[in-house]
C-alpha cells in the first residue's frame, strides 16, 4: 500500500510544480459553465421539463463531476504502448494499469483544493440566485454515484488505452470517447432534452451513469427510487466493464513486444 | 512577400508528404473530424428542439454562423494550433533561437512550422454549411459571397492575431506552457448570440476581445439584420491587430533571453 500512496504523493509534487497553469485551467473550465449557463438563462421561459436553476445547476454538477471522476491517462498509456516505453511500468512491482488509479488520486486531491474549490466560487458568485443548493441527503447520493463513474471512467480509459495493443491508429479512439461522453453521456446536454428514442439509445451504453445520472441527482431531477435504480445500474455497468477492462488489457499485453534496454 | 510565399509552399508541400506517408492516419481524422462536426450540428438541434429560438436565432439561421465558425475552427485547429502550443516550449527550451538567427522574420517562421491537413474536411463542410445557410435563407449572391469571403479572412486574421499576441506572453512567463490553450477554447464563445450574455460581457465580447464579430456580425449582414458597412468592422480590427501582434512580438524579443547553451 504504501508505494501506491507514493505514486500519489509523487502525483500531488508533480501538480505543485506546473500550479501557475491553474490560473488558465482555471479560466477554461469556467467557461463552459458561464457560457451555457447564460445560454439557458436568456430562454428561461420557454425550456420544458427543466427549470432555469435545474439546468444552471446541472452544469455546476456536470463540472464536480468530470473532476472528481476524470481520467485522463488513455492518450498517454498509448503513446507509451506505440513506442515501447511501456515497460519501464511492467517491470515495476506495482500492478498495472492499476496504478493508475493513486495516481489519478493524488491530482485530484490537488485539483480539487486548488482548481475545482476556486471554479465553484466564481461559478456560484455568477450565477448565486439560479442555482439549487442541494440538501445534505441529496449530496450524499451525489457522492455515491460519483463512486462508481470513477470506476467506469477508469475501465473505459483502460479498454481506450487497450486499443493501442491491437490497432495503429488508435488514438481516434480517445475522441471516439469524447464524443460518446459528450453526447449519450450527457456531458454537452441533460439527456432529458433529447427526443425519446435517443434517450432509449443511450440506456445501452454506460456514459450516462458518468454524467448524466450525478449530475441530474445533484440538480434534483430523480426521485429517490429512480435514484437507487441508477446506482445500482451504474454499480453494475462498473463492475463488468472493470472485469472486461482487465481480460482486454492482459490480452494486450500478450501482443506487446518492445526493444530496448 | 515572394520569398515568404514559396517557403509557406515548402511547409505545405512538406505537410501533404507526412500526411500521405501514414494515409490510413489520414483518413481516420477525417472521419474523427467529420464526426466532430455532425456532434456540433445535432448539439444546437436538440437546444432548438428544446426552444423555439437561440436569442431571436432559429435552426435554419443559425447555420450559416455555424459554418463560418467550422471554417474558422478549421483554420484554428489545423493551420495554428501546432504553431502556437509550441512557442511556449520553444521558449522554455531555448529553441525560439533558431527562428531568431534565420535570415527571415520570426513571426512568419513560428506561425508556420506546422500545417494539420486532417482539418480539410472541417473546412469543407463549413464551405459546405455557409452555401447551404445562404441557400436556405434565400441570401445566396455574389454581393453575399463576397461579404463571407472578406469576414473570412478578417475572422482568420483576428483570430490568429490576438492568439499569437497570447502566447507572446509566455517570453515572459514562460512556466505557462498551457498559455496556448485558452484562445482556441475561449473560440467556443463565438458560436453562440451574444445577446445570451449580460450587457458587460455583451460589451467585452464585441470589442475587447471580438468572439461576436467572428461568426455572428457577418451572418446578420448577409441575413440583413445589419447594414453591410458594418463589414469594415472587422476589416479594419483585422489590420490594427495585425499589425499590434507585429509590434508586440518585437518588443517581447527585447526582453528575451535565451535558454538554450
Redesign the interface.
Known sequence: MRKYFAIAKAEWLDALQ?R??I???L??ET??IF?MG??W???KS?????STSQLVTYYVAILITSRLTGHYFDEGMQKEIKEGTLSRFLVKPIKFPLANIPQNLGGKAFNTIFLLVPVLVIIISIFRNQLIIPSPQILFFFLLSLVPAFFIQYSISVLVSSAAFYW??SY?MV??KW?ME??IGGY??PLT???NWARIVTDFFPFKYVFFVPAAIFAQRLNFSEIGLNILYSTLWAFVLFYIGDVVWKKGLKEYSSVGG | MKKYLKLYGHTFRLAIMKNMAYP??FI??L??DI??SV?NL??FK??L????T??GWTFERLILPLGFIQILNAFIWGLMYGNMKEIPNDVNKGNLDLYLSKPANSQFLVSTRYLGLNLISSFLIGIFLVWYGLSINNVLSIFNVTIVLVATCASVIISYSIWFMIVTTSLW?S?????A??FP??V??AR?PV????PF?RFIFTFIIPFAILGFLPADIVLNKTSPWYIFGPVFMATVLLYLSHRFWNFALRHYSSASS
Open positions: 506546473t501557475g497553469e490560473f488558465i485551467w479560466f477554461l467557461l463552459p457560457i447564460s445560454l438563462s436568456t430562454n420557454t425550456i420544458p421539463n427543466f495503429e491508429q481516434s475522441h471516439i464524443m459528450s453526447m454537452l446536454l432534452l433529447y427526443p | 490510413q492516419d481516420v481524422w472521419i474523427v464526426l466532430w456532434i445535432v448539439f436538440i437546444i428542439l428544446s426552444v423555439p437561440i436569442s512567463f512556466r505557462l506552457k498551457n498559455i490553450e485558452v477554447h475561449s467556443d464563445i453562440y445577446d445570451i450574455f449580460n460581457m
